[in-house]
């Protein structure tokens, strides 16, 4: 079951039904979709999307997904799940462009990582960024992501794979 998070100044909670509305108009807007998965898509598939959220990833606990408030409005998406191009737990995070540039992405990031070290016992975490996304790569660059290696995808775009590991900075649960 997906918990809630906190960081100063954002709530990471579970989604919930009347959320599709926000969600919709966050996955629509094509400043931040064109770096979301294979970048835009039909609104039509974005109100699938939000679906499968309650019917597969929280009915069958499949991984974390959050919707993303600051001061009670929803201003992005989170998420960490494994995956099979790193073979390990990708983050994935949205910030709605009202959200930008006042440091919340960085903030955010780092409450996933920091999920996944403590609660989830990973101990690595990956992400994968356009290498066009400038603002994203030096966020993860920012908060010790280092490169790993680049996809060329079939469109001729490059993705790159970044790791975290943790430091001793961070807090992880005692070995038992």
Do not use: C
Not at 96 to 123: N, S
Request: a negative charge.
């Amino acid at each position: 079951m997906t918990p809630t998070l906190r960081t100063e100044r954002l709530l990471l909670e579970p989604y919930v039904p009347g959320d599709e509305e926000d969600f919709v108009a966050l996955f629509q807007d094509t400043r931040v979709s064109r770096w979301m998965g294979d970048g835009p898509v039909s609104e039509a598939a974005d109100r699938a999307l939000f679906g499968r959220i309650f019917t597969k990833v929280y009915a069958q606990d499949l991984f974390d997904v959050w919707a993303v408030r600051r001061d009670g409005l929803l201003v992005g998406h989170a998420e960490i799940k494994p995956t099979d191009v790193v073979g390990g737990h990708e983050i994935i995070y949205a910030l709605a462009p009202v959200a930008w540039g006042v440091g919340l992405g960085t903030g955010l990031a780092e409450a996933i990582v920091a999920h996944g070290f403590g609660p989830l016992g990973l101990t690595e975490v990956y992400a994968t960024v356009a290498a066009q996304n400038k603002a994203s790569l030096t966020l993860l660059d920012r908060i010790g992501f280092e490169h790993v290696r680049d996809i060329e995808e079939d469109h001729g775009s490059t993705t790159r794979v970044l790791v975290r590991r943790p430091t001793a900075s961070d807090k992880l649960p005692l070995a038992r």
